[in-house]
């Protein structure tokens, strides 16, 4: 299933959303991923939710991202 999970993830990769919204939207759905316990579904989630901050606009949701992203990352605080 975890093999699933990170194709599903990667395939996101090619989608470009059409308006801010959608792209919140996912990384919404997609910030979740980054408490797996597999490093590779936390790696790729990374990678997606990277990739989607580029076209999205709430900047308070980017920055909880962010926070989101450190721990997995190894940063300390």
Not at 31 to 59: C, G
Not at 63 to 75: A, Q, T, V
Request: hydrophobic share 45%; glycine share 6%; charged share 20%.
């Amino acid at each position: 299933m975890r093999w699933g999970q990170i194709y599903i993830l990667d395939s996101l990769l090619r989608f470009v959303p059409e308006v801010h919204a959608d792209a919140e939207l996912l990384a919404e759905r997609v910030v979740i991923h980054l408490q797996h316990a597999n490093s590779a579904v936390v790696l790729t989630s990374t990678k997606v939710l990277m990739y989607l901050m580029n076209y999205m606009e709430d900047r308070r949701l980017i920055d909880y991202i962010c926070k989101k992203m450190g721990p997995p990352l190894g940063e300390n605080g």
